[in-house]
Every structure is written in structure tokens, then in C-alpha cells.
């Protein structure tokens, strides 16, 4: 008996459409058992239906065609295994973000006006060990900034300094205007390191601040800036200059993203004192 199903029973027999399935062919995911040279039928065998399933699910899985032709072509199990848990840490990092993003929402939706006590801060000239880059895609921020300040903790604690401060970033205007700019996180210290790798010390000119303080991990920071924004410009404090954050609470102190804190400090115009 033939084991050879046309392409429209082997669309009924695994859920594939038969787009799909050409789709897959002119991808090399699954090739045709036969194709007929005359009239371009394609006959699929049953033993492939396994195939097919396999793939069916891991495009459930929003798992890319490449990486699935890959798993597919890999003999040796480890390394298919291997594969398959890269995509599934994948998709728990993208589900913690849609829960941090649901979350951020939902308090959004239920409490649009953002809480937060606003102080004024004045900074005299400080001289820091920094790691700075001076033209930073704003869609890297992210990941370099956990690797410079890891860089910056690392090194003081080679040389035996401890920080006398928590550390801080400076971000030009350029990062939120263009999406890429200058930018620098620095720890201060008593002692002046020696160079190390992107480690040198910089000078910090002074700067009249507002300061807002954010709780929790990025996600939601925006709000706080919002909440910043909107106090300096109704009481019309607001001048050129970059962005300061600081950092009381880090990854550095603690792996839970729930006890960090984030200083947000605008700068600003203003003839009180701080606060």
C-alpha cells in the first residue's frame, strides 16, 4: 500500500495549512517525499507527520523558522536539547517582561496621578571613578549599564576601595532626544583608583537638581520621570543640562529588582535652599 498522502491530506492529517507547508518546503524545513516533475504535485510520506507536528509546535511556540531548521538538521540530542532550552529561556525572559508590563499598566489604569515627594538637591564639582561612551544607542543603555557598573564595583573592590556614595549615571539629552548620546554611571570614592579598563576618574561638574525617588525595578520609571517633569515645569525650574540618576539600591546589593531605588534628578533654577 502507498504510504504517500497528498499535500491537502497532509495539511488535514497535521494542522498545517498547505501555504504552510510550502512555506516550510521553501524554508527547508520539510521537503515533499515526491515531487511529481509534470504537474509540481507534492506527496508527503506519512513517517514525516511526526516531523510536521514537531514543527507545528514550536511555532506555537513563536520559535523562529531558522532556529527550528536548525533543531531539525542537529543529530546529536544534547545539542537539540541545548537549542530547544535557549528558546524556552527566551520565552521566560518575555513573559517576566509582559508581567512587569501588565503590572506597570494595571497601576497606571488604577492610579494615574503618580506618588512621589519631590526634594531639591545641590551638588558641589565631585571628582568620581567613572566608565562613560560617549556615543550610546539608547537601546543599549540597558545592558551596558549593568556592565559598566559591574566593571566600576569590580575594580574598586580589587584595588581594596570601598565607595564613599552610592553610585550615579549622567545622561545627556541627546540619549532621549536622538536615541544615542553621551553617558556615564560612577561611583565616588575617597581614594583615587588606578585606571583599569574603562575605570577613570572624572570630574562631575556642580548641578541644582529636583530629585524624585523611584522603587522597583525599571519598568515603570517612566512615571517618575512624568512626575518630575510636570512639577518642574508648573513651577517653571526647569534648565538646560543632562539628566542625573543615582542609584542607592543596585543589582550590586541585591539580586531582588523589588528593593531597588532609583534617584531621578532634573536639573534645575532654583534661590531656596535644598532640602
Known amino acids: 500500500m502507498s504510504e504517500l498522502l497528498s499535500i491537502g491530506d497532509f495539511a488535514r492529517a497535521t494542522h498545517l495549512s498547505v ?3 510550502r512555506h516550510y518546503q521553501e524554508q527547508g524545513l520539510l521537503e515533499p517525499a515526491r515531487t511529481d516533475a509534470v504537474s509540481g504535485y507534492r506527496r508527503y510520506d506519512v513517517a514525516q507527520i511526526p516531523t510536521a507536528q514537531i514543527i507545528h509546535r514550536f511555532r506555537d511556540l513563536d520559535m523562529p523558522l531558522a532556529d527550528i531548521r ?3 538538521r542537529t543529530p546529536d540530542p544534547g545539542a537539540r536539547n541545548a537549542l530547544i532550552a535557549r528558546h524556552l529561556r527566551r520565552l521566560e525572559d518575555q513573559l517576566a517582561r509582559t508581567h512587569d508590563a501588565v503590572t506597570s499598566l494595571r497601576d497606571l489604569l488604577e492610579h ?3 506618588a512621589g515627594a519631590i526634594t531639591h538637591r545641590r551638588l558641589p564639582a565631585r571628582r568620581v571613578a567613572a566608565v562613560t561612551a560617549d556615543d550610546l544607542p539608547v537601546a543599549d543603555i540597558g545592558a551596558w549599564y549593568h556592565g559598566a557598573l559591574g566593571e566600576l564595583f569590580a575594580t574598586l573592590a580589587s584595588q581594596g576601595l570601598p565607595p564613599s556614595g552610592p553610585a550615579g549615571g549622567v545622561y545627556d ?3 532621549f532626544t536622538l536615541e544615542h548620546g553621551r553617558a556615564t554611571v560612577y561611583v565616588p570614592v575617597a581614594t583615587e583608583p588606578r585606571a583599569a579598563g574603562r575605570v577613570r ?3 562631575l561638574p556642580p548641578a541644582e537638581l ?3 525617588t523611584h522603587e522597583g525595578p525599571e519598568t515603570g520609571i517612566d512615571r517618575a520621570y512624568g512626575t518630575l517633569a510636570t512639577y518642574v515645569t508648573r513651577h517653571a525650574l526647569a534648565v538646560a543640562g543632562p539628566i542625573h540618576e ?3 539600591v543596585t543589582f550590586h546589593d541585591t539580586p531582588d529588582p523589588s528593593h531597588w531605588r532609583t534617584q531621578i534628578g532634573w536639573p534645575v ?7
Open 70 to 72: 536548525e533543531i531539525l
Open 269 to 275: 533654577f532654583t534661590t531656596t535652599a535644598p532640602a
Open 173 to 175: 539629552d541627546a540619549l
Open 112 to 114: 494615574p496621578e503618580a
Open 19 to 21: 501555504k504552510a507547508l
Open 201 to 203: 576618574m572624572t570630574e
Open 246 to 248: 543615582f542609584y542607592p
Open 210 to 212: 529636583a530629585v524624585i
